[in-house]
């Protein structure tokens, strides 16, 4: 076969031709579409938040109005739910960033022996469903009461607190895997460097470690706060009396949500990508500034 | 390697137990806890006492068992129409992404910045019974007048999916952002092609299986609608479908598709408030009946039997599923 030949059976032929038109132009016409879809209800909820239903029902657009932006806490109960959906989220992305980075550092710089049942004891709690999460800590709870050794009152009648513990828990998981994976290339011989020209571990640690991970640790809070604040499932099952934003929702679908909700609804998806913008902007300047220790740690 | 006084070897320990011990109390203790409580006999008046009456699995497994049933089956349609949504987002952000991989990547991820139950009650704003939706295609004759999506298995599947497709894109995402594009370069180059007849086929079958099933839990007759979609299907799969991408992409993704199912079928069939704020009560699922039995009648021997079920079968199905696909995914997501 002549050179010719081969470049004439290569030219595409009119089939060819709409295959490359329909990868071309079908699949970003469908991602626009999935992507439309996945911020649809975001848009809703947005949208909703500018309304003035008529009654109390918030479920068709009525009239544009910036009531509720200017009285956004103004119902009876939805400030204290805010306010404990806050301090939860606050206090348990805390202990869960500080437990779960130490585990995770535990696990990417030894080799011990246990590691597997460590794996094993971080992967379950993600794959166990939140409901089965919720109930068992909800039954021992209530059979905490006939243990001897418990102090009334501190893990039953449910509480705030047994809200705190139960988030504590689920977030550790996530804090492990989100800084593990940060971790893995991290660079051990500048941790060696120090200790060689004479630098001791808690020196070292903070100097040269804690810098070089800390955009892994802050990644992990703020998933951690994300899913604190958001949580429905495991908190109704642990709040007994309490309430927190989500289920001052779900106490107030019943009855009609108030436009109150959707604009703090608002104020949260608005803060969350605000801090996602930041961190990546701040990210990429520390990458520009290639592992060199933070001014803040030198004082 | 020199690590001087780090490598003590009870260092990695105090590292660990703050961690470890408040996963043992507070997840696995209650697990136990939980399996004793459902060998509880009494009542919330007159208190519990631990009787070890191991009939009742058998009473709610025989009790339960078409909820059961039903959240095996919405978790499972869910999770297959979360991947076949997901896998060509995926495919498209990884590949074709260019300059807007981040944006499309933060626009997948943006909805979990936003109440779960907000987005759900947001769908009930969509999917109303005159809605923006619904309202024109009614106005325009194209559906009769008493047509609804909400309180149908359609709202509590189509919300489920909704609810979890980015657990499904972001790990196919992964899988396939790491595969090295000269190895489909390679595949090309040693003649691999369109793949037919092969894509017509698997097009074919698939997209005429996936419109069947969705026109069939609308309540329509699928036969018409379930044609239409092979056709569709077997054209897309036709032109789309390359030998290097069944060859090479697609096997080289497996660890993605089986972190994506997993993380989408486990919070899918324990969820429950899809049913209770897009369904009605025909459609059910069995974390409706554990949260009414612990919350709302108080019969925790029966809720915490349940509850324990659902946590076996999760674990069994997961190990089986880790066999199957004979992948070490299982721990490698958590390392």
Same mark, same amino acid.
């Given at each position: 076969?002549?050179?010719?030949? $081969?470049?004439a059976?290569?030219?595409?032929?009119?089939?060819?031709?709409?295959?490359?038109? $329909?990868?071309? &132009?079908?699949?970003?016409?469908?991602?626009i579409?999935?992507?439309?879809?996945?911020?649809?209800?975001?848009?809703?909820? $947005?949208?909703?938040?500018?309304?003035?239903?008529?009654?109390?029902?918030?479920l068709?657009f009525k009239?544009?109005?910036?009531?509720?932006?200017?009285?956004?806490?103004?119902r009876?109960?939805?400030?204290?739910?805010?306010?404990?959906?806050?301090?939860?989220?606050?206090?348990?992305?805390? #202990?869960?960033?500080?437990?779960?980075?130490?585990?995770?550092?535990?696990? #990417?710089?030894?080799s011990? +022996?246990?590691?597997?049942?460590t794996?094993?004891?971080?992967?379950?709690?993600?794959?166990?469903?939140?409901?089965?999460?919720?109930?068992?800590?909800?039954?021992m &709870?209530?059979?905490?009461?006939?243990?001897?050794?418990?102090?009334?009152?501190l893990?039953?009648?449910?509480?705030?607190r047994?809200?705190?513990i139960?988030?504590?828990?689920?977030?550790?998981?996530y804090?492990?895997?989100?800084?593990?994976?940060?971790?893995?290339?991290?660079?051990?011989?500048?941790?060696?460097?120090a200790?060689?020209?004479?630098?001791?571990e808690?020196?070292?640690?903070?100097?040269? @470690?804690?810098?070089?991970?800390?955009?892994?640790?802050?990644?992990?809070?703020?998933?951690?706060?994300?899913?604190?604040?958001?949580?429905?499932?495991?908190t109704? &099952?642990?709040?007994?009396?309490?309430?927190?934003?989500?289920?001052?929702?779900?106490?107030?679908?019943?009855?009609?949500?108030?436009?109150?909700v959707?604009?703090?609804?608002?104020i $949260?998806?608005?803060?969350?990508?605000?801090?996602?913008?930041?961190t990546?902007?701040?990210? +990429?300047?520390?990458?520009?500034?290639?592992?060199?220790?933070?001014? @803040?740690?030198?004082? | 390697?020199?690590?001087?006084?780090?490598?003590?070897?009870?260092?990695?320990?105090?590292?660990?137990?703050?961690?470890?011990?408040?996963l043992?109390?507070? !997840?696995?203790?209650?697990?136990?806890?939980?399996?004793?409580?459902?060998?509880?006999?009494?009542?919330?008046?007159?208190g519990?006492?631990?009787?070890?009456?191991?009939?009742?699995?058998?009473?709610?497994?025989?009790?339960?068992?078409?909820?059961?049933?039903?959240?095996?089956?919405?978790?499972?349609?869910?999770?297959?129409?979360a991947?076949?949504?997901?896998?060509?987002l995926? !495919?498209?952000?990884?590949?074709?992404?260019?300059? !807007?991989?981040?944006?499309?990547?933060?626009?997948?991820?943006?909805?979990?910045?936003?109440?779960?139950?907000?987005?759900?009650?947001?769908?009930?704003?969509?999917?109303a019974?005159?809605?923006?939706?619904l309202?024109p295609?009614?106005?325009?004759?194209?559906?009769?007048?008493?047509?609804? =999506?909400?309180?149908?298995?359609?709202?509590?599947?189509?919300?489920i999916? !909704?609810?979890? =497709?980015?657990f499904? /894109?972001?790990?196919?995402y992964?899988?396939?952002?790491?595969i090295?594009?000269?190895?489909?370069?390679?595949?090309?180059?040693?003649?691999?092609?369109?793949?037919?007849? %092969?894509g017509a086929?698997? %097009?074919?079958?698939?997209?005429?299986?996936?419109?069947?099933?969705?026109?069939?839990?609308?309540?329509?007759?699928? =036969?018409i609608?379930?044609?239409?979609?092979?056709?569709?299907?077997?054209?897309?799969?036709t032109f789309?479908?390359?030998?290097?991408?069944?060859r090479?992409?697609?096997?080289l993704?497996?660890?993605?598709?089986?972190?994506g199912?997993?993380?989408?079928?486990?919070?899918?069939?324990?969820?429950?408030?899809?049913?209770? =704020?897009?369904?009605?009560?025909?459609?059910?699922?069995?974390?409706n009946?554990?949260?009414?039995r612990?919350?709302?009648v108080?019969?925790?021997? /029966?809720?915490?039997?349940l509850?324990?079920?659902?946590?076996?079968?999760?674990?069994? %199905?997961v190990?089986?599923?880790?066999?199957l696909?004979?992948?070490?995914?299982?721990?490698?997501g958590?390392t």
């Amino acid at each position: 076969m002549s050179a010719a030949a $081969i470049s004439a059976s290569r030219r595409p032929s009119p089939l060819q031709r709409f295959g490359v038109a $329909i990868e071309r &132009f079908l699949l970003p016409l469908y991602t626009i579409g999935v992507t439309l879809y996945l911020i649809l209800p975001v848009a809703v909820m $947005i949208l909703f938040s500018f309304n003035d239903p008529t009654g109390r029902s918030n479920l068709i657009f009525k009239k544009f109005s910036f009531d509720a932006w200017l009285d956004p806490l103004g119902r009876i109960g939805l400030g204290d739910a805010v306010r404990n959906s806050l301090i939860v989220a606050f206090g348990s992305t805390l #202990v869960a960033t500080i437990l779960g980075t130490l585990i995770a550092l535990a696990l #990417v710089r030894y080799s011990f +022996r246990g590691r597997n049942t460590t794996n094993m004891l971080i992967f379950l709690p993600m794959s166990t469903p939140e409901i089965v999460l919720g109930s068992s800590l909800l039954t021992m &709870f209530i059979a905490s009461t006939k243990l001897p050794f418990i102090p009334e009152g501190l893990l039953y009648p449910l509480s705030i607190r047994t809200i705190f513990i139960a988030h504590v828990m689920f977030n550790i998981s996530y804090v492990v895997v989100t800084v593990k994976a940060r971790l893995q290339g991290f660079p051990r011989h500048l941790e060696e460097a120090a200790m060689d020209l004479g630098a001791n571990e808690w020196v070292t640690f903070w100097r040269v @470690t804690f810098p070089l991970i800390l955009p892994g640790v802050v990644a992990a809070a703020l998933l951690a706060f994300s899913l604190s604040i958001d949580d429905y499932v495991i908190t109704a &099952f642990t709040a007994g009396n309490a309430q927190t934003f989500p289920l001052y929702i779900y106490g107030a679908q019943q009855r009609g949500i108030p436009v109150q909700v959707n604009v703090i609804g608002t104020i $949260i998806f608005g803060s969350a990508v605000l801090l996602v913008i930041l961190t990546t902007l701040w990210q +990429r300047r520390q990458a520009v500034r290639d592992f060199a220790p933070l001014r @803040t740690i030198e004082k | 390697m020199k690590r001087l006084r780090l490598s003590r070897a009870s260092a990695p320990y105090f590292l660990l137990v703050p961690g470890l011990a408040w996963l043992v109390v507070f !997840y696995v203790y209650p697990a136990i806890q939980m399996f004793l409580v459902s060998l509880w006999t009494g009542n919330i008046t007159e208190g519990f006492r631990q009787t070890f009456n191991w009939s009742i699995y058998g009473e709610s497994l025989s009790e339960y068992w078409p909820w059961i049933l039903r959240s095996a089956e919405y978790g499972g349609l869910a999770t297959l129409f979360a991947f076949v949504l997901g896998f060509p987002l995926a !495919y498209t952000i990884a590949f074709k992404g260019g300059a !807007y991989k981040n944006v499309l990547l933060f626009l997948v991820i943006a909805p979990f910045f936003t109440s779960f139950l907000l987005r759900t009650l947001s769908w009930k704003i969509i999917l109303a019974d005159s809605g923006i939706v619904l309202g024109p295609l009614k106005d325009a004759g194209f559906l009769p007048d008493d047509f609804r =999506l909400l309180a149908t298995p359609a709202a509590v599947v189509a919300g489920i999916t !909704y609810n979890f =497709l980015p657990f499904m /894109t972001l790990p196919l995402y992964v899988a396939l952002e790491k595969i090295d594009f000269r190895l489909i370069e390679a595949a090309r180059d040693l003649y691999a092609g369109p793949w037919r007849p %092969g894509g017509a086929i698997v %097009g074919g079958a698939v997209g005429g299986l996936l419109v069947a099933v969705v026109t069939a839990i609308l309540g329509a007759n699928p =036969l018409i609608p379930g044609i239409a979609g092979a056709i569709v299907g077997g054209l897309i799969g036709t032109f789309l479908i390359s030998e290097a991408f069944v060859r090479v992409v697609l096997p080289l993704s497996l660890p993605g598709i089986f972190a994506g199912s997993l993380l989408t079928f486990i919070p899918a069939v324990g969820d429950f408030i899809n049913a209770e =704020l897009l369904g009605d009560p025909k459609s059910q699922m069995i974390g409706n009946v554990i949260q009414g039995r612990f919350l709302k009648v108080t019969d925790y021997p /029966t809720a915490a039997a349940l509850s324990f079920i659902l946590m076996a079968a999760i674990i069994v %199905g997961v190990l089986i599923y880790a066999r199957l696909l004979g992948t070490e995914e299982l721990t490698g997501g958590a390392t």
